[in-house]
């Protein structure tokens, strides 16, 4: 399996208070990416990172901001949590640029709710 | 949305029988992958196939692509319980630097 871990794996929030996600990868892979799944809306890409300081944002990126400061890791915050982003949150990396040459590794996720 | 959509979204089939899923796109892709996710996990990439490649096969997996069609299909031949998961379709779009998932077939496998 690729060593890829969220943290946390579960947690509740309150309407308004900030939340950050943390993506860690001991693979090296340059690439890495913070999808949302919800029901009936399969998996959405929220922000990318092509490298260290290098994002770039999905198709749900809005309320989302990312950091990237050294390859392992890959933070997701949300400034003032709304229940709207009540979801699961996936990590996943890859070799490639995301273009579809590569497969994605996926982490475990991180549940969310926001009350 | 750029997603590809799936069919059936469940389906429900006896150990040992085949199934069959389907994803439709809409757009010029390089390829197209098939991932799966067990209940509360991560998903797990299957098997890819490129835009110039129509059939693909991987142990009990048969994948095909038709891009005249903007379609593709997964087979499970001979089924089993353990094959009870969600599977998701990902496109690879021209020009696009990520990829886009469908909204996923849920299969049953009943022992």
């Known amino acids: 399996d690729a060593g890829i871990t969220q943290s946390p794996r579960h947690k509740v929030t309150e309407t308004g208070t900030p939340v950050t996600l943390r993506c860690h990868q001991t693979e090296n892979h340059r690439y890495m990416y913070w999808y949302r799944q919800d029901p009936g809306h399969g998996l959405r890409l929220i922000h990318y990172s092509y490298g260290v300081k290098d994002t770039d944002k999905g198709e749900v990126s809005d309320g989302y901001s990312v950091s990237r400061s050294k390859t392992e890791d890959f933070l997701l915050t949300l400034e003032s949590a709304t229940s709207s982003q009540t979801s699961v949150y996936f990590c996943?990396?890859?070799?490639?640029?995301?273009?579809?040459?590569?497969?994605?590794?996926f982490g475990e996720g991180s549940r969310l709710t926001v009350l | 949305s750029q997603q590809g959509e799936e069919d059936p979204q469940a389906l429900s089939i006896q150990e040992g029988e085949n199934a069959t899923m389907n994803c439709s796109y809409k757009?010029?892709?390089?390829?197209l992958q098939w991932y799966r996710q067990n209940s509360g996990r991560g998903l797990v990439h299957l098997i890819l196939i490129r835009s110039n490649e129509r059939e693909k096969h991987s142990g009990r997996l048969r994948v095909t692509l038709d891009t005249s069609k903007k379609s593709s299909s997964l087979l499970i031949t001979a089924s089993r319980a353990a094959d009870t998961a969600s599977y998701f379709c990902a496109t690879g779009e021209t020009g696009a630097n990520n990829l886009f998932f469908g909204t996923g077939t849920r299969l049953t496998v009943i022992p």
């Open positions: 996943a990396i890859s070799e490639s640029n995301g273009d579809g040459t590569g497969e994605l590794f």
């Open positions: 757009t010029s892709i390089n390829n």
